[in-house]
């Protein structure tokens, strides 16, 4: 059985990212998330915000968001951002995020709802069948089992 698929990339902790103890202010950790999330749409969807938001008129805003910061990432530090998606639906999907330290450590980890919406009516729409195709190449069906076993839980 093949390990399912992530988007990765990285990132280096850079002087603007951090506190005055050298470590991420953790809104940056908000915004390199973003960042990933813009990077994933754009090389591994093949639908880049400047299209989705121009000639698509969609957006894909955050629905909801929860973040477990674990350890902290220091100026300098080249972060590994992956990327999976334990839900999928025709409008909306729930991604886990996880960002990594150099030895593979983790630093903090992220779960996200984005919805597919028409930004001229500001309401949901479907994502475009050739997204949501290349969406599902990176649905972690573990991760998805988790998710469903503690929602049915709570």
Aim: net charge positive.
């Amino acid at each position: 059985m093949t390990a399912p698929a992530s988007f990765r990339n990285t990132v280096r902790v850079r002087f603007k990212d951090c506190d005055a103890a050298g470590i991420v202010f953790f809104p940056r950790y908000v915004e390199m998330l973003n960042d990933l999330v813009e990077d994933w749409f754009r090389e591994a969807l093949d639908w880049p915000f400047e299209r989705m938001h121009g000639a698509d008129r969609a957006g894909v805003p955050t629905a909801d968001l929860q973040c477990r910061f674990v350890a902290p990432s220091r100026m300098g530090e080249v972060l590994t951002r992956e990327l999976a998606v334990t839900r999928l639906g025709s409008s909306s999907c729930t991604l886990r995020v996880r960002f990594l330290g150099p030895q593979a450590d983790l630093r903090v980890e992220f779960g996200q709802r984005l919805v597919c919406v028409d930004t001229q009516r500001i309401a949901p729409r479907p994502f475009p069948a050739p997204v949501r195709e290349a969406m599902a190449r990176f649905v972690d069906e573990a991760a998805a089992a988790a998710s469903a076993s503690v929602r049915s839980h709570s």
